[in-house]
């Protein structure tokens, strides 16, 4: 019996080869998220702003976040599935963990300060409640509007596609975003990042079509080339785009060549390296969604507690550099436990692909 199941094993294994993980873009996530989790307790600490070499990492760094979206182009293959069967898939594994993590981060958040609401009094002067309609972050959890906006990016990216040629339209949106922004016009739920995202994912799903068309060494040259033009523009034609407000900074124009030239050359030139994997920092971009959801609430509880306790965090790199390593530490710990709950990972048996694969 035992060897019966051990050749259906082999000939399964044989037939049947797993797809080697695409470790450059581990390796590009994990930075992405170490970088977030940096300036958020570096922000926390009141240092930002006012450190220069800070500042100075944080301008040649911006568009991390867009890599996200980038990285959804690139590798997507299910835009053009059922709808039906397409928004259920993305609902559940964007739109759920959004609610729940924003449900979470909010009861943990009032519960603190009803419980301390004279030594939190801060927290109380600070309340807006449009915060989260127009911008839709969530108090005790604020930098869940990613999913929110993922989200709604791949809905229009899915109804672009049904429509021939409408996704050339794309490259002008990052001048729709910049009206908005321009005019002050503030879209319910900050979604005039939306536009931006949509850029980004063409923008990857285009760099995919291009290296599977050119030689090797043509593609490497190419990123080399974009690469230069970013180092080059981002010197003398500094802009910069905080998606999560809509907010552009200095030269609008500037920050969009010097995004598209960084993420498709620095992209492009770890796809053509050797494959080689950086342990620690893949493993954070493996589990990416969970250090996202989960970092923030640790600091704000970290910060709430030094405020109950009278001692401020304020200028503070020690309790800066405390809080990352209990952040991390955390964080890898819980990666296993909240992978298996779907709600909160959003880590759903796959769907799309294999309605795809029966039409």
Known sequence: MFNVQYSMFNVFYTFVPMKERNHAFDLLCGLCILRMIVLHCVSMCGFRGCTFWFDKLMAWTFFFICFFFFKAGYFNKSISAPTKFFLKDKFKRLFIPYLTWGAIGSIFYFGILLLFPHELHRYW???????????????GNPPVWFLFSFFCMYVMVHFMQKVPYLAYLAIFFPLASWVLADNKIQVPMSLGNVFM?????????CWHWLLHKVPRHTFMFVSLVLLLVFLFGNHYWHGEYDMSLNHWVHRPWGAVVNITCALCGISGILLMLPAFRVPFVAYIGEHSMVYFVLHYPI?????????????GMNKHWDDCILVFILIISICTWM????????WLSGRWPKTVNKTVNEE
Do not use: C, N, T
């Not at 995202?197 to 799903?205: I, P, S």
């Not at 600091?299 to 001692?311: D, E, I, N, P, S």
């Open 125 to 139: 002067d600070k309340l807006e409640w449009s915060h989260v309609w127009m911008q839709s972050h969530f108090y």
């Open 335 to 342: 990666v296993p436990y909240i992978e298996k709950v779907p």
């Open 299 to 311: 600091l704000l509880y970290y910060a709430m507690v030094h405020g109950v306790a009278g001692r």
């Open 197 to 205: 995202g949509v850029y980004f994912f063409y923008l990857g799903k």
